[in-house]
């Protein structure tokens, strides 16, 4: 059992960056993979993006070239880097741990972009 805490979000006006961290209660190399998903209202979870423990990335469209995902094993944390905020990118966003077929999710962090 894993547990996953993530932080970082708030109000950001478009155009603008934020960081989301997601600090693990063990040894993030212990997984087979890390990634984070977010989930608008009145719509399903989404991925965005994901790291394996090779550091293999996988993002989705909507997010290629402006989010980035990243590790400091030393502090048991995945990083999402996000720039140039859209109103779209407004969900809550969720970090995610698997191993093999397990999989944990931390409760998320609310990231509203307004002017």
């Known amino acids: 059992q894993v547990q996953l805490a993530e932080s970082g979000g708030g109000l950001v006006q478009p155009g603008r960056p934020l960081r989301l961290p997601c600090v693990a209660s063990?040894?993030?190399?212990?997984?087979?993979?890390m990634g984070w998903y977010r989930q608008a209202p009145g719509k399903q979870r989404e991925l965005v993006a994901t790291?394996?423990?090779?550091?293999?990335?996988n993002y989705a469209d909507s997010v290629k070239g402006r989010f980035t995902i990243s590790r400091d094993g030393a502090k048991n944390t995945v990083f999402l880097q996000m720039r140039t905020l859209k109103a779209e990118d407004t969900a809550t966003y969720y970090c995610?741990?698997?191993?093999?077929?397990?999989?944990?999710w931390g409760p998320g962090t609310q990231v509203t972009v307004s002017s």
């Open positions: 995610d741990a698997r191993i093999l077929r397990y999989e944990q």
């Open positions: 063990r040894n993030i190399f212990d997984f087979n993979s």
């Open positions: 790291m394996n423990v090779g550091g293999v990335t």
